[in-house]
């Protein structure tokens, strides 16, 4: 008796450890992942990325200058200046239908670029959701509060409250803390239940049949949905932030609001398509895991609780970043 009763207390303390260890191998490992795609993505960043001219705005990761990186960062270019002769042409009499189909289009190449918001969407699917049309909600819903979030505050805090460029970039700075801060709080929360779960999976104690082997399937929450949904949408792409207050400038913030809403529509038409890549790739590793019995099971858990970590050490990085100066993702 006294012995199963010794056993009974350690179990705990066997769980809790083996789940710490799993959380640090999956965290180094999404280090070692985040590092190389930001090498592969970035490879000769040594400067901060720049913020709008007119003082306002937020840092975006620059790609290389070369290759499909390069081609990006020119088209984007091209669409940004694209869109200023746009306003002009509307505050001179134009019409605002072009506007809104360049907003569009920027914002889907914009969205095949890098970002933190797509990354975190990405993680999360591959951490957790198995439904296509969750991950298509998810993609929407984030790219639309990225519109509302840029409006907000170059509407609200120009017209409203009458703030100076320097007080928006404040507000700026404060969004993007507080947005990376919920990145990792979301990673950390979700590494630590993918890891717990993955820790009572013990194969060694349990029999051909065991139940006890299966990893939990049960849906995410929604409030875990809706922070993830904040966690990417909450910060607004920097051109969204710049198109408002060149349009500001012009007397026609009206419009650059219609192609902003248009920026985020091409934007989730862009993260939808990579929530889609996710989602069946989660749909292929679920199914290549029930033919291999509780070694696929396991094998399953691990990725997940590494696409979690990769999102914890994403929103960690981004807080770095910030902290030194270097801007966001």
């Not at 709008?52 to 669409?79: D, H, K, N």
């Not at 409203?160 to 928006?168: E, Q, V």
């Not at 949408?233 to 248009?262: E, I, K, N, T």
Request: aromatic residues 6%; contains cysteine; hydrophobic residues 60%.
């Amino acid at each position: 008796m006294s012995v199963s009763i010794g056993l009974a207390a350690e179990a705990p303390r066997g769980r809790l450890a083996r789940r710490l260890a799993l959380m640090a191998g999956a965290i180094a490992a999404a280090a070692l992942l985040l590092a190389g795609l930001s090498w592969l993505v970035m490879p000769g960043a040594v400067a901060p990325p720049p913020r709008s001219p007119f003082g306002i705005g937020f840092r975006e990761a620059a790609p290389a200058a070369t290759g499909l990186g390069g081609w990006l960062l020119a088209v984007q270019s091209s669409f940004s200046r694209s869109l200023q002769a746009a306003v002009q042409a509307l505050k001179a009499g134009g019409d605002g239908m072009p506007l809104a189909l360049l907003g569009f289009a920027y914002g889907v190449f914009h969205a095949a670029g890098p970002g933190h918001g797509k990354a975190v969407i990405a993680g999360y699917i591959v951490a957790g959701e198995r439904t296509l049309r969750r991950g298509c909600a998810l993609s929407f819903a984030a790219a639309m509060l990225q519109a509302a979030v840029a409006i907000a505050i170059v509407g609200i805090g120009s017209l409203i409250l009458g703030a100076t460029a320097a007080a928006l970039s404040r507000a700026g700075t404060l969004v993007e803390t507080a947005s990376f801060a919920l990145v990792a709080l979301i990673g950390l929360a979700v590494t630590w239940r993918k890891a717990g779960r993955l820790a009572a999976a013990n194969p060694a104690a349990c029999g051909p049949d065991c139940a006890h082997i299966r990893l939990d399937p049960r849906a995410e929450s929604w409030r875990e949905r809706a922070g993830v949904v904040l966690a990417a949408g909450s910060r607004p792409c920097a051109g969204a932030v710049l198109l408002l207050v060149f349009a500001l400038s012009q007397g026609v913030l009206w419009a650059g609001m219609l192609a902003v809403l248009a920026m985020a529509l091409g934007t989730a038409l862009t993260t939808t398509a990579l929530a889609c890549l996710a989602v069946f790739a989660k749909t292929a590793a679920l199914r290549l895991a029930g033919g291999r019995g509780r070694a696929g099971e396991i094998a399953l858990g691990g990725l997940e609780l590494v696409a979690a970590a990769f999102v914890l050490v994403l929103g960690l990085a981004m807080l770095t970043g910030l902290a030194l100066g270097i801007g966001g993702a």
